[in-house]
């Protein structure tokens, strides 16, 4: 009989093949003059270089963690009856890194290509151009989720056992926190470098070629919004299905035809990639010409096809309704909060009109008034998430014990399923961002340029929806992380108690013990610690792009003075490029590797000190102020960046205006904002919730507290 | 006999009494030259006209939300058996009202005399003009404990009922909220349209005569610092005794040689004021010569006092040696916590040094760098406020049901205790602030301005530590809070299902009921809506100050156009100083009602909509990203504007250099932050948590999920 769940892997070598499709679609479309070839070449080159040394390093931690991980869990090879789950946990560990790493090759090498083709389509139009743009995105996305649920499907496949998927996850989130973190750090790092020396202190315009620092600045955005924003929502994406598995092995039965609760998650993840995939194929510009309206239209009907043959499936396989609801609760949330967040940035709105205001003041009113704004901002997206839980719960709790937590795993399970067109509409962005740089670079003119600059504007009004899905999307994801390390410890502490390692004190129930109240003690001292988690996190990376960025400058200057004729522009002289994107390069690593042993190490010893208690306090923690902080600075990032925008178009004096000044000024503290720490959070609080759930039985069992007897 | 507790109202008493003596110490001195007594009358007018216009307005809120009060609490009066109790609980709040203005204007009356005297003396030399400074601030200082305790104590004789001096409490605290955020506003207001328009737009010295708002500057000192200041650490202070008393009634029982339990944060609280009053009459110069260091040594004097007096009482009246060290662990925190925050906004230390440094390349890496670090410096108070309330828990555990989380109240406790001599160091700081504008005004010389500078300086000194504790305090306090509104759930759940109103559902203890587990649908989503609250408030008070202060720089700006020989400073010429304390005084409170009324507003509605579950989740919510966000804002203003400082004292080119220009900008926008959004927040909190705990009752009784039947 045909399984239901191997839709799972079924959607996913479609979604691959589908990729593969696009990405001959683009490959075979013309890159241009030989100076645009040249320039995309850089690109590429300099992009691939930061990747192939990123990758280098996290190998070596790759393969440490994973042998680290391999002795101890799921239990420790010593005492173990079962060694082979142990090389299964390291082998699942190093192949969920592996996958993680290989879709973020895959769409920075599509998108390097794609830039400069569809910079030399857009001389055709509009309609020449953007095909190749949301292509170019689209393999990313198809890839990613593609080769994120084949790997999931096959982990689950040969083990059958969802704690070994649970390394699979991690192997991709600790290599996703890695690549948004890293590329973050790089991306700054090039851009202040590159805008201070260059427009600053010389006075040449954005994507000059003389400026040695431009290839580095393309290169971020490669390394940055594509490399790293994919492996951001993979990890979500992985992290949310792998939970769900899990709370599903909670509850162990089987509901409507048959259908194993484990397999549902997966069921529902494989028709949401058909969806994605019919939507990417339906997008079309069309008679409006608005390339903007054409992204959203393609959320839309992704997100209707979804609805419908989840809607299908649950008939068809009898499953309870409810878990379906609490999917599409989900799914809407994500919209209603992407919706929500577009108020607080865009460019017709109150928030942005009131800061570019403020800016004829001066800088310190822009930033005072701008950080405003962004402390309302998080306001609607934290009801929606918290409403978005309490509904899945309540829907799906009547169904039975453990089945409202598996409904807010669904909820997440909803929200992301259509992560592969929010990919491709997210990718998009720096493709056209690219083109435009190589428009102006290779001088292609100011037709060209205009439409180029056409479709930078459309990825950035994608950008408000996608970007409110993937906090939301992170949101979800946690709590359901959350509940999944509450069901692991619930199983630890029934089997010690079951064993007679451990006795339940009189009076005490098992639901007592897990509680994770607020007033525990324990629970109190690891939630103090975890709200500050996250803004030690996001210090750390952006001290992290000033001091990169203060090395960089270096350099950058250094070629100006040392290179003769290249500040005047002399033919043939070119500056080094490579050394800039080496700099930015090992600085980025040099800077994200305290900040990410920290995240992984402060978690480990929360947990062997403080007990499982102070462990859930300590995820509540981090993920309450890490959702606040990375709403905070995306949003007021957002914000700032276009309130400059909005006195660029002539307003309160306009270019060059003091106001404009000021602008400038919030514009520059937004971008590590919402560039660098921000969408880093989200990753960061993923990471943390999954080492919890892995190491919660080891913790349960061993805890300095509970040795001392605390 | 003699009842211990009765130590409480006569410390009050002698309190005040030595709140007098200083009173007169300090009203015998001379106010100096005609100009001078002139400032000062100005400065003292001005205070007292906001101060009246903001009693007026709030004596209209307070009989309304009293009146109501009046009627719902304890019991709604349509229902209840004893309609005195309704009657008291209305008074208890008035009076809390009424004590805590008084507070505030004694303290003003008294700072807005000692500024003119203290610097008169100057003239005299240091070891003149310090005694002025500290003991016009001791006035206040003694006068607020003295008051609170004294309250408290007629409350609690009176009714012989800890739930009705809540509402003592809450009337308190409800005053220092628009105290503390009126006062912010108003003073931020003042300060920035001063500098804008005099130092910035026409170039004239800081507390230059012709400028119209410098009088309403330095009454914004007064306002801010001094009323707004010591009406939030009373505030605090009144809190966390309620807390444990409350706390107490829920153990119900005597301790040691018969005291009850509910007097004993009573005897502690009236041993802290007899140290404090000791600490301020041994404080001297002597011969070092630094007001810093006497500051301080007042201080650590002060915990001594406290620690051995504490365990001579312990021990007399044979309280458990845990609830004493309880205390202790408190006041160590407090202590630990101050010194931590000291490392992140001093001078010599990296943080500052780097942020000065980060200035030379420009506004933006100023404020990202400040910012950092203000996001690293809520690690260590945030970790010891975790520690202490742990450690004061698992001290107190073994003494049985419901000590634990008395002990942590007594942390508390501890750590206020000495809180009468914490607000006279404080209060010092904004009188000889005001000395030195007033030295300046009046033309007293260099000699005596260095003088004033040098007090000053001190005054910041000792800020670094008082502000820890003011933190640290509310921490503890409000987590003490947190216990107590379950205490309040539990005995209200316990009445209804007694009185058979409510069953408890098969398999559920109370316990299970009042976990406010972390999983709970109804927690997580109060717990979301609590996080984005005090975001919200920050960003309404920030706003805020925006939108006075263009008011009052139109205001300022047309005074310099309209008054003849004013821009000259012509002989006989003044400015209209009244209308700009009048403008900023109506801006101020028209800004603040929305959001205090907002935050008692969603406090009632998170827990009539979503019942006990939803509240308590919301108030660990907020309580979390209160503190951080208290602890970002505080700290990261405290360090720009000591690293602007740093710049003045000649590095990076100095005054007037762009190092210095880019870290003007961060201290302006640290401004609103330190002294308007951050200390307002601890109020805040404990207001929301005072609600919670009055409304407990009403809430397990009426709430619409409940009525739903969620």
Chains 1, 2 share one sequence.
Not at 330 to 350: M, N
Not at 448 to 474: H, P, S, Y
Not at 481 to 504: P, W
């Amino acid at each position: 009989m045909f399984e239901p769940w191997l839709i799972a892997p079924i959607a996913s070598i479609i979604s691959i093949l589908a990729g593969l499709y696009f990405y001959y679609f683009v490959e075979k479309k013309d890159s241009g003059t030989k100076r645009m070839k040249e320039i995309s070449e850089a690109i590429r080159e300099g992009s691939k270089a930061f990747l192939k040394r990123e990758y280098t390093i996290l190998a070596i931690f790759v393969i440490i963690v994973g042998t680290l991980m391999g002795i101890v869990l799921p239990e420790p090879i010593w005492s173990t009856a079962n060694p082979m789950e142990n090389i299964s946990m390291s082998l699942a560990y190093f192949f969920g890194a592996m996958f993680s790493a290989l879709a973020g090759y895959v769409g920075m090498d599509i998108a390097t290509k794609a830039n400069a083709k569809a910079a030399y389509a857009a001389k055709g139009g509009l309609n020449k151009a953007f095909p190749i743009g949301f292509r170019g995105g689209a393999v990313m996305g198809l890839a990613v989720v593609g080769f994120s649920l084949l790997g999931i499907s096959i982990v689950y496949f040969i083990t059958g056992n969802a704690r070994i998927v649970l390394g699979f996850s991690f192997g991709a989130s600790a290599l996703a926190l890695f690549a948004k973190a890293g590329g973050g750090i790089f991306t700054k790092t090039a851009d202040i470098s590159a805008d201070l020396v260059g427009k600053v202190e010389l006075g040449i315009p954005e994507d000059d070629p003389r400026n040695p620092a431009v290839i580095a600045d393309n290169v971020g955005d490669n390394v940055g919004d594509v490399a790293g924003m994919g492996a951001d929502l993979a990890d979500s994406y992985i992290a949310s299905i792998v939970a769900v598995m899990l709370l599903a092995t909670a509850i162990s039965g089987t509901v409507g035809t048959g259908i194993d609760l484990i397999q549902i998650p997966l069921v529902f993840a494989g028709i949401g990639i058909f969806a994605s995939i019919l939507g990417a194929f339906a997008l079309r510009i069309g008679e409006t010409g608005n390339p903007g309206k054409a992204l959203n239209l393609g959320t839309y009907i992704t997100c209707i096809l979804f609805g419908i043959f989840t809607l299908i499936a649950t008939y068809y396989l009898q499953i309870p309704w409810q878990l379906w609801g609490a999917g599409i609760v989900g799914l809407s949330a994500g919209i209603i909060i992407g919706t929500t967040s577009d108020y607080f940035t865009s460019e017709g709105k109150k928030p942005v009109l009131k800061t570019a205001e403020a800016s004829k003041s001066g800088a310190a009113t822009n930033i005072i008034t701008g950080f405003s704004y962004g402390l309302q901002s998080v306001f609607p997206p934290l009801l929606g998430i918290g409403i978005a839980a309490a509904v899945a719960y309540f829907l799906c709790n009547p169904l039975g014990e453990g089945y409202a937590v598996f409904g807010v795993g669904m909820a997440a399970i909803g929200m992301l399923s259509i992560v592969g067109l929010i990919i491709s509409n997210d990718a998009y962005g720096p493709i056209v961002d690219n083109s435009r740089g190589i428009a102006e670079q290779a001088g292609l003119g100011e037709e060209v340029i205009r439409i180029t600059d056409e479709l930078d504007a459309a990825g950035n009004t994608a950008k408000a929806i996608t970007k409110g899905f993937a906090i939301g999307a992170a949101g979800l994801t946690v709590i359901a992380l959350l509940a999944t390390f509450q069901a692991e410890v619930r199983q630890a502490l029934e089997r010690l108690i079951d064993s007679g390692a451990i006795q339940l004190p009189i009076g005490e129930t098992i639901e007592g013990l897990l509680s994770l109240s607020l007033l525990d003690p324990q629970v109190l001292l690891g939630a103090f610690i975890g709200i500050a988690m996250p803004a030690v996190f996001s210090a750390m990376v952006m001290l992290g792009v000033g001091r990169n960025a203060e090395r960089m400058i270096r350099e950058v200057r250094r070629q100006f003075k040392e290179i003769p004729g290249l500040k005047e522009g002399k033919e043939g002289v070119k500056p080094d490029y490579a050394r800039c994107v080496d700099i930015a390069t090992t600085g980025a690593l040099r800077e994200l590797l305290p900040a990410s042993t920290l995240t992984i190490g402060v978690t480990l010893a929360v947990g062997f000190v403080g007990g499982y208690q102070a462990l859930g306090g300590y995820l509540a923690g981090s993920i309450f102020s890490g959702l606040l902080l990375a709403l905070l600075m995306s949003n007021a990032g957002g914000l700032w960046d276009n309130a400059k925008k909005y006195i660029e178009t002539g307003v309160y004096g306009g270019k060059g205006s003091d106001a404009h000044k000021a602008a400038v000024v919030g514009d520059t503290v937004g971008d590590p904002f919402k560039d660098t720490a921000g969408p880093s959070l989200n990753t960061m609080i993923t990471v943390m919730s999954l080492v919890a759930s892995l190491f919660a039985a080891l913790i349960v069992q061993f805890n300095l507290f509970g040795i001392l007897g605390i």
